[in-house]
DNA sequence: ACAGAGTGTTCAGGATTTACAACAAGCCGT
DNA sequence: ACGGCTTGTTGTAAATCCTGAACACTCTGT
């Protein structure tokens, strides 16, 4: 996590000066000079204010990335897929688990009793997904449901979630998340 | 953009104490306490510590919506799915088609002799499925693959690509495309 | 009621960051 | 070569942030 290269990609991008920039965001050039060099971590205020002379949000300045990838598999076959399992939760990962995905595309399996955790679970993206087997319950933003072979979901995985089974029988699922987070 | 109530909301949706997550983030109780406050704007270092304690990157951080809004529909029974079909192949669409979602997530079937058409389709994103009944065939980047029941995929959208059911049987196909363009 | 362990807040002092100003180096037109 | 402009890089003093040690409060078990 380099801000300071970050930071000087983005002024050069935008084609400003330290002390234009220094200028339209209403601090001294020394400032841009030494953040850039990394001699120091700004304050969130004072990084905030910089990047209001550009202009860019915090999040775009922490999410811009540029990565080439050359995954050539498209087909996998059942066996093939990578199980990033956590605990009782079976998850099979479809496709190879490169770092700048924007979709994971699970095949989950929940044995009767597993549970993703009493702290719920929040990140951002979207997640959907859809029974195929078995029942299951899920809990979002404090709403509890509980899913019949068949019926799918979706929600913004900004609400706290869990995914829970009570049941006797093991429960199949197949979901999708973006971005990638894992 | 307050960072303090952002860190609090997302401390307690963790079950987290200020000193628990000072203690795991190697900072000092009274820092996470001032910056709740807002008395103090955290340097990039100092946050990127705090949010390592969680853990949480700092684009999660900033992009993360704590609303708890929610009059938004979370399950589907399967015959609520919206059907969004083009020509022989039938598509459910899971969740409301709000415009500016993330994921398409898709229950798809096609009929013996189904064809997305002879012109490939080629657009923005990533893909990927898994197909739980039949058998059907993907082609991408001018690769023919023939895909079993159990079997899935995952390629980028803009590699052309094309479906087809030349069997005689039915496919049923689960997918998930983003961003969701339809 | 009390001790003990938990919670979040506050304050002085040391550490870090910022502003202001001076500095050296590069470029352009005369 | 020479100003006159720009560029980015330092010192030093002032402002801000972080730590460590208190403080007040709630809860639980004795």
Redesign the pocket.
């Known amino acids: 996590m380099d801000v300071g290269a970050r930071l000087q990609n983005i ?1 050069k991008l935008k084609g400003l ?4 920039l ?1 200028k339209r965001a ?12 990394n ?5 969130i ?3 905030k ?1 910089v990047l209001g002379g550009i202009p860019m949000s915090l999040v775009e300045f922490f999410s811009i990335d540029v990565e080439q990838d050359s995954d050539t598999q498209v087909v996998y076959k059942a066996d093939e897929l990578i199980d990033i399992s956590d605990g009782a939760v079976s998850m099979r990962l479809i496709g190879k688990a490169h770092p700048d995905r924007a979709i994971a595309f699970l095949a989950e399996t929940y044995p009767p009793g597993a549970d993703t955790g009493t702290d719920m679970l929040v990140h951002e993206g979207e997640e959907a997904g859809m029974l195929i087997e078995g029942r299951l319950e899920l809990t979002v933003n404090g709403q509890t449901y509980v899913l019949e072979t068949g019926d799918s979901y979706y929600f913004e995985s900004s609400k706290p979630h869990r995914f829970r089974n009570p049941f006797e029988r093991p429960a199949r699922l197949i979901s999708a998340t973006t971005p990638a987070n894992f």
């Open positions: 002024r000066s330290q002390r234009e220094a209403g601090v001294t050039n020394s400032t841009i000079s030494m953040i850039e060099k001699s120091v971590s700004p304050s205020s004072s990084l204010k």
